[in-house]
Nanobody
Framework: EVQLVESGGGLVQAGGSLRLSCVASGFTRDDYVMGWFRQAPGKEREGVACISSGVGTTYYADSVKGRFTISSDAAKDTVYLQMNSLKPEDTAVYYC?????????????????????WGQGTQVTVSS
């Protein structure tokens, strides 16, 4: 059973930084895409950033390009999201996600929300 456990959310002032972590377990294949999605109140869940296993191809939503960085540590089965220059509109519940063995690109997974497994979510609140 795949499990994704997030940590690192919290309250930060605009312009500040946070780093989210997601520890994965239960993968039965080594080809997968992991990523971060977010959902603000009254809005649909949207892809923020995704990364493929192996080569580490990445995808970023336009709204976070240049501010957020996704990375992974295969030895620790962990994916990170470094969030800098945070804005109030970044406030949302952030979910770790994984798509295993699909041969899909991070861009397809992120744009079309093709996700097989979700974490429980972690709240990020950015005050103005």
């Amino acid at each position: 059973e795949v499990q994704l456990v997030e940590s690192g959310g919290g309250l930060v002032q605009a312009g500040g930084s946070l780093r989210l972590s997601c520890v994965a377990s239960g993968f039965t294949r080594d080809d997968y895409v992991m990523g971060w999605f977010r959902q603000a109140p009254g809005k649909e869940r949207e892809g923020v950033a995704c990364i493929s296993s192996g080569v580490g191809t990445t995808y970023y939503a336009d709204s976070v390009k240049g501010r957020f960085t996704i990375s992974s540590d295969a030895a620790k089965d962990t994916v990170y999201l470094q969030m800098n220059s945070l804005k109030p509109e970044d406030t949302a519940v952030y979910y770790c996600a994984a798509t295993v063995g699909s041969l899909m690109s991070p861009e397809i997974v992120g744009k079309h929300r093709i996700v097989g497994h979700w974490g429980q979510g972690t709240q990020v609140t950015v005050s103005s």
